[in-house]
C-alpha cells in the first residue's frame, strides 16, 4: 500500500502553481447573496416553463456543464457492502442524471445547486480547448473503529484525496476525464491503512442533431472491507476496468440506443497475503434500449440486455465449480425531466445469470436502479439514488452475491461561502445458495467554508453501522474529520 503513497503526492504537488484569481459567477452556484438567488428564483422557473421542449443546442449546451466521467450511477455515493470506499462528492449524482436525460429531453437545468460553496468556484487551467481542474484535500481526525471490523481499535487518521478533472470546450462533442485518489493512513494502526483510485475518461460524439456516439473507459481500485465474506478468502485489493461503447439514435418519437460493455474484476493480494486469482471474471454485455421522445415531463424507456460472465481460471474453488455464466437482463422505467425542479431516471427490472455448473443456482434477483436531483429552492438540492449490482464470488456452493444499496443526500447553501450538507444510505447484501446477509447503514454530515477564493476549510462526520448473518462479524464504525481543501 505504500507504493500507493507516491503517486498521491505528485497529484497534491500541482497545487504549487500559481493561482490565478478567481471572479465569481452570478448565477445559483455563484451568487454573492444568496437572497438576491431566492428573489431570480420565479424568474428562473418562469424561463424554464417557456423552453420546456429547446433545441439540440441547447441541448449539447446544458450538457457541456457537466463532467460526464465523474458522473455517478446507482447508488455509490455513501458506499455500498463489501468495499471500502470514499464517500463521492454530492455533484457527481447530478452529473450521472444530466448524462441520463435522452439525447433529445430538457436535459438538467444550469441553475440546480450544485451542493458546493462558490465563493472558491474553480477557474481551472486552460489548456488549448480544455480547462483543468486540479483540486487537493488534506485531512485528519479520529475513528474509533479504524480497522472497520469486529476487533478493531481507535485511533488517529490523516486523508489526502487528490482530484483532477479535465473538459473539453468545443462547440459540439465532449471529452471529460477524472482522476481521484484517497489514502487515509492510520498511525497508530499501520495495517489499518486504506487507498482507493478512480479514473474515467468519455468521449462524446454529436454526429448530427440526432445522433450521438460515446465511448468510455474507467478503472477503480479498492480494498475489500475485513467484516465481508468475501474477505476470509484472504483477498485484499479489488481492480476493476471497465469499457463500453454505444451510439443513441433520435427519430420522431423514439429514441434507440445500442450498446457495448466488458467489465473485467481482478483480485489482488498485499505482500505476505493469499491472492486468489480464480476469482479474476469478466463481464460482457450487449443492450438495446428505447426511450420515448415525446418531450414530456415523464417519459417511459425499455431496455434489454444479453450477459456473458467469463472466469479465468476454469476451477473457481475446492469443489471445481465452474462459474462461467450466461444471461440476460429485462429493465422498464420512466425518465423525469422537470425543467430546473427534478430531473432523474427510475428503472425496474429483473436479472439472471445461469452458472455452467449444475451444482450451482442461477444467480437471478430483482434489478432497481435510478438517480434523482429534486432542486426545492435555488439554494438547496436533494439528491436520492438506488442501486443493484451482481457479484462474482469463489465462496463454495454460493452461485455469487446481490447488493441492494439506496441513498438520499441533502446539500443547502447558507452564503455563497458556507454550506452544509448531511445523508443517510444503506445497502443490504444477499448470497445466492448459502445463507449468508449483510447489510451496512451509514450517516453523514459535514460542512464547508470557503476561507478564500483558493482555499476552504472542510469537517465532516460519519457513522457506520455494518450487521451479518455470520458470527463475529457485526461492527460499528464513528469518524469525525477536518482539514483544508486547495482547488485552483
Same mark, same amino acid.
Given at each position: 500500500?505504500?507504493?500507493?503513497?507516491?503517486?498521491?503526492?505528485?497529484?497534491?504537488? !500541482?497545487?504549487?502553481? &500559481?493561482a490565478?484569481?478567481?471572479?465569481?459567477?452570478?448565477?445559483?452556484?455563484?451568487s454573492?447573496?444568496?437572497?438576491?438567488?431566492?428573489?431570480?428564483?420565479?424568474?428562473?422557473?418562469?424561463?424554464a #416553463?417557456?423552453?420546456?421542449?429547446?433545441?439540440?443546442?441547447?441541448?449539447?449546451?446544458?450538457?457541456r %456543464?457537466?463532467?460526464?466521467?465523474?458522473?455517478e450511477t446507482g447508488? $455509490?455515493?455513501l *458506499?455500498?457492502?463489501?468495499?471500502?470506499? &470514499?464517500?463521492r462528492?454530492?455533484s457527481?449524482?447530478?452529473a450521472a442524471?444530466?448524462?441520463?436525460?435522452?439525447?433529445?429531453?430538457?436535459?438538467?437545468?444550469?441553475?440546480?445547486?450544485?451542493?458546493d460553496? +462558490?465563493f472558491?468556484?474553480?477557474d481551472?487551467?486552460? !489548456?488549448?480547448?480544455?480547462?483543468?481542474?486540479p483540486?487537493?484535500?488534506?485531512?485528519?481526525?479520529?475513528?474509533? #473503529?479504524?480497522?472497520?471490523?469486529?476487533?478493531?481499535?481507535a485511533?488517529?487518521l490523516?486523508?489526502?484525496?487528490?482530484?483532477?478533472?479535465?473538459?473539453?470546450? =468545443?462547440?459540439?462533442?465532449?471529452?471529460?476525464?477524472?482522476?481521484?485518489?484517497?489514502?487515509?493512513?492510520?498511525?497508530? #494502526?499501520?495495517?489499518?491503512?486504506?487507498?482507493?483510485?478512480?479514473?474515467?475518461?468519455? !468521449?462524446?460524439?454529436?454526429?448530427?442533431?440526432?445522433t450521438?456516439?460515446? %465511448?468510455?473507459?474507467?478503472y477503480?481500485? +479498492?480494498?475489500?472491507?475485513? *467484516?465481508?465474506?468475501?474477505?476470509a478468502?484472504g483477498?485484499?485489493?479489488v481492480?476493476?476496468?471497465?469499457?463500453?461503447l454505444s451510439? +443513441?439514435?433520435?427519430?420522431?418519437?423514439?429514441?434507440? +440506443?445500442a450498446?457495448?460493455?466488458?467489465d473485467r474484476?481482478?483480485y489482488?493480494?498485499d505482500?505476505?497475503g493469499?491472492?486468489?486469482?480464480?476469482?479474476?471474471? $469478466?463481464?460482457?454485455s450487449?443492450?438495446?434500449?428505447?426511450?420515448? #421522445?415525446?418531450?414530456?415531463?415523464?417519459a417511459?424507456?425499455?431496455?434489454?440486455?444479453?450477459l456473458l @460472465?467469463?472466469?479465468?481460471?476454469a476451477?473457481?474453488?475446492?469443489?471445481c465449480?465452474?462459474?462461467?455464466?450466461?444471461?440476460?437482463?429485462l @429493465?422498464?422505467?420512466?425518465?423525469?425531466?422537470? *425543467?430546473?425542479?427534478?430531473? *432523474?431516471?427510475?428503472?425496474v427490472? =429483473?436479472?439472471?445469470e445461469d452458472?455452467?455448473?449444475?451444482?450451482?443456482?442461477?444467480l437471478?434477483? !430483482?434489478?432497481?436502479?435510478?438517480?434523482?436531483?429534486?432542486?426545492p429552492?435555488r439554494?438547496t438540492?436533494?439528491?436520492?439514488?438506488?442501486?443493484?449490482?451482481f457479484?462474482?464470488?469463489?465462496?463454495?456452493?454460493?452461485?455469487?452475491?446481490?447488493i441492494?444499496?439506496?441513498?438520499?443526500?441533502?446539500?443547502?447553501?447558507?452564503?455563497?461561502?458556507?454550506?452544509g450538507?448531511?445523508?443517510?444510505?444503506?445497502?443490504?447484501?444477499?448470497?445466492?445458495g448459502?445463507?449468508?446477509?449483510?447489510? $451496512?447503514l451509514?450517516g453523514?454530515?459535514?460542512?464547508?467554508?470557503?476561507? %478564500?477564493?483558493?482555499v476552504a476549510?472542510?469537517?465532516?462526520?460519519?457513522?457506520? @453501522?455494518? /450487521?451479518?448473518?455470520?458470527?463475529?462479524? /457485526?461492527?460499528?464504525?464513528?469518524?469525525?474529520?477536518?482539514?483544508l481543501?486547495?482547488r485552483h
Open positions: 500500500m505504500r507504493r500507493i503513497l507516491p503517486l498521491f503526492v505528485c497529484f497534491a504537488a !500541482l497545487q504549487v502553481a &500559481p490565478a484569481a478567481q471572479t465569481a459567477v452570478t448565477d445559483l452556484r455563484g454573492g447573496d444568496p437572497a438576491d438567488a431566492l428573489d431570480a428564483e420565479d424568474t428562473a422557473d418562469q424561463a #416553463n417557456s423552453q420546456s421542449n429547446p433545441t439540440q443546442a441547447n441541448v449539447f449546451a446544458l450538457r %456543464t457537466l463532467n460526464a466521467a465523474a458522473a447508488s $455509490t455515493g *458506499g455500498t457492502n463489501g468495499r471500502v470506499t &470514499p464517500i462528492p454530492f457527481d449524482r447530478i442524471v444530466g448524462r441520463a436525460v435522452p439525447v433529445s429531453g430538457p436535459g438538467l437545468d444550469t441553475s440546480v445547486f450544485g451542493g460553496t +462558490t472558491d468556484a474553480a481551472g487551467i486552460r !489548456l488549448g480547448s480544455f480547462t483543468l481542474v483540486q487537493v484535500t488534506f485531512m485528519t481526525g479520529y475513528s474509533d #473503529n479504524t480497522a472497520q471490523s469486529a476487533d478493531g481499535t485511533g488517529g490523516y486523508r489526502i484525496s487528490p482530484d483532477i478533472s479535465l473538459t473539453s470546450g =468545443w462547440s459540439r462533442h465532449q471529452f471529460d476525464a477524472s482522476l481521484r485518489g484517497t489514502y487515509t493512513g492510520y498511525p497508530e #494502526n499501520s495495517d489499518d491503512n486504506d487507498a482507493s483510485i478512480f479514473a474515467a475518461a468519455n !468521449l462524446r460524439l454529436d454526429v448530427s442533431e440526432a450521438q456516439v460515446t %465511448t468510455g473507459l474507467a477503480t481500485f +479498492t480494498r475489500e472491507e475485513d *467484516g465481508s465474506a468475501e474477505s478468502s483477498t485484499d485489493n481492480h476493476q476496468l471497465s469499457g463500453s451510439a +443513441t439514435r433520435s427519430v420522431g418519437l423514439l429514441a434507440a +440506443t450498446a457495448l460493455g466488458a474484476s481482478i489482488t493480494a505482500e505476505g493469499t491472492t486468489n486469482s480464480d476469482r479474476d471474471n $469478466t463481464l460482457y450487449a443492450s438495446l434500449r428505447l426511450d420515448a #421522445n415525446t418531450g414530456s415531463v415523464i417511459p424507456f425499455v431496455e434489454g440486455s444479453l @460472465r467469463r472466469f479465468e481460471e476451477c473457481n474453488d475446492s469443489l465449480e465452474n462459474r462461467d455464466a450466461n444471461g440476460y437482463e @429493465r422498464g422505467g420512466v425518465t423525469i425531466a422537470s *425543467g430546473p425542479k427534478m430531473n *432523474g431516471e427510475v428503472g427490472g =429483473w436479472r439472471i452458472i455452467d455448473d449444475d451444482r450451482l443456482d442461477s437471478s434477483g !430483482l434489478v432497481i436502479d435510478g438517480s434523482l436531483v429534486w432542486s429552492s439554494l438540492s436533494v439528491t436520492a439514488g438506488l442501486g443493484t449490482s457479484e462474482a464470488t469463489d465462496i463454495d456452493g454460493a452461485s455469487g452475491s446481490i441492494y444499496s439506496g441513498d438520499i443526500r441533502l446539500a443547502h447553501a447558507f452564503s455563497d461561502r458556507l454550506v450538507e448531511t445523508g443517510v444510505g444503506y445497502s443490504y447484501r444477499t448470497y445466492e448459502i445463507s449468508i446477509e449483510e447489510s $451496512t451509514t453523514f454530515g459535514g460542512v464547508t467554508f470557503a476561507l %478564500t477564493q483558493n476549510i472542510t469537517a465532516d462526520y460519519s457513522h457506520r @453501522r455494518f /450487521d451479518s448473518s455470520e458470527s463475529g462479524s /457485526d461492527y460499528s464504525e464513528n469518524a469525525i474529520e477536518a482539514g481543501r486547495f
